[in-house]
């Protein structure tokens, strides 16, 4: 059982403005990194094994990664919401997929996808800043 005294020291610890950062990079970069290194392991390899999978389903289902259009403040808010996976995001790039096929009966539910599973990594990254400043 932790005590009150190590609780609170840890608390400090993780509150030091680098150890925040580090844990906010980890936790968008790498979906449940976050919970993983503050020790919360059943929340992190749930966020780890979920958010990449609904985002591969995503791709799989023919869903588009939106570029960062300002022009077009929709596609520009997709676009937000597709790179909140984080490294995902990065190699689906990288390997130039997510193109997207409008004609596609699926691209719809592929767009919805891609996009939840950012949004919900941006939740998961709030709920590791949370847990590192001793919220939870």
């Given at each position: ?69 300002l022009s077009e ?64």
């Amino acid at each position: 059982m932790v005590t009150k005294s190590t609780a609170a020291e840890r608390t400090r610890a993780s509150t030091e403005p680098g150890v925040l950062a580090l844990v906010i990079v980890l936790a968008w970069l790498v979906p449940g990194a976050g919970h993983l290194w503050q020790g919360r392991r059943q929340k992190g390899v749930i966020f780890l094994l979920a958010l990449p999978l609904m985002f591969v389903t995503g791709l799989l289902l023919g869903g588009r990664l939106f570029p960062l259009q300002l022009s077009e403040p929709l596609v520009f808010l997709g676009a937000i919401a597709d790179r909140g996976i984080g490294l995902p995001f990065l190699i689906a790039r990288f390997m130039e997929a997510g193109a997207g096929l409008v004609t596609a009966v699926s691209y719809e539910y592929g767009n919805t996808f891609l996009m939840t599973a950012g949004l919900l990594n941006f939740l998961v990254i709030l709920d590791a800043y949370d847990i590192a400043v001793g919220r939870k």
